[in-house]
């Protein structure tokens, strides 16, 4: 088989080097890894030596070199990562956002507020998918929801007695500064 090599020359390298310091000054060391791969089959290494040297497979090497030769640094960079598809559809999700939007007691819940655990459970229902309680946060945001977390409030508290604690009681307790 014939040995594949980047295009360049050495004002390619000086170049590529000091893109590299950029891509691990902007915490992108995937990036730094391929530009470093190039460099490396710019000084006439082949695929073999530089997947040794990199510790990564020849055929990603391999890969790097046809994306550099095709589009230069723009076929180095990070693409857009798509992810697992997800289980809900669209139409699902407008629903679950006007069930969401209505209320838990409007869909027969005795609390005022939803829960992750009271919305996993209206997605089993139904959709008939299961989610993680952690996961539905990450799904009501990506709809519009923002979480909302209770606050500690005595209801039969003295408001006197409160504020003479604050000012008085509470910075006497306090680690006094030696």
Do not use: C
């Not at 470093?36 to 020849?58: A, P, Q």
């Not at 005595?154 to 006197?160: G, H, K, N």
């Amino acid at each position: 088989m014939k040995p594949v090599f980047a295009r360049g020359n050495i004002k390619t390298i000086k170049n590529l080097e000091k893109e590299r310091k950029a891509a691990f000054k902007e915490k992108q060391p995937r990036v730094a890894m391929r530009i470093n791969g190039i460099i490396l089959s710019l000084e006439k290494n082949t695929t073999g030596d530089i997947s040794n040297m990199l510790k990564v497979e020849r055929t990603t090497v391999y890969s790097w070199i046809k994306l550099w030769n095709k589009y230069k640094m723009n076929g180095l960079l990070e693409g857009h990562r798509s992810g697992r598809k997800s289980r809900i559809d669209d139409l699902q999700k407008n629903m679950l956002f006007d069930i969401v939007d209505s209320g838990p007691i409007a869909y027969g819940f005795d609390g005022g507020v939803w829960t992750s655990i009271m919305i996993t459970k209206v997605i089993e229902t139904e959709f008939e998918i299961k989610y993680h309680p952690a996961h539905v946060r990450k799904l009501l945001h990506k709809l519009g929801f923002s979480i909302q977390r209770p606050t500690a409030k005595l209801i039969s508290a003295d408001p006197q007695k409160q504020n003479r604690w604050k000012r008085y009681i509470y910075p006497n307790l306090k680690k006094k500064q030696k």
